[in-house]
């Protein structure tokens, strides 16, 4: 029941921030454009933004701010 709600609440993410289910791409495109919206979140993440909606809105318009997370390293756990 976790993992049901688990990708619920990621789609729910996708399709309120992103829209995706508006989009209406056909053939590959709509494979490659979740690949890059997953991309896109992830990199979120990895950012350190606890929530979507302002990450977007810290990079929407800051092409550097975008190329500096997609370029950095992760950081390595402690052993």
């Known amino acids: 029941m ?7 609440s990621w ?3 996708r399709d309120t921030q992103l ?5 209406r791409y056909s053939g590959n ?5 979740a690949a890059l919206r997953t991309a896109g979140l992830n990199l979120l993440r990895l ?4 929530s979507i ?4 809105q810290a990079v929407m318009h ?3 701010a975008l190329l500096a ?3 950095r390293q992760p950081r390595q756990k402690p052993a």
């Open 2 to 8: 976790r993992e049901r709600w688990s990708i619920e």
């Open 11 to 13: 789609h729910w993410i």
């Open 19 to 23: 829209h995706e289910d508006d989009h």
């Open 29 to 33: 495109g709509a494979g490659v454009m």
């Open 47 to 50: 950012a350190g933004f606890d």
């Open 53 to 56: 909606r302002e990450g977007l």
């Open 62 to 64: 800051d092409i550097k």
């Open 69 to 71: 997370m997609a370029t």
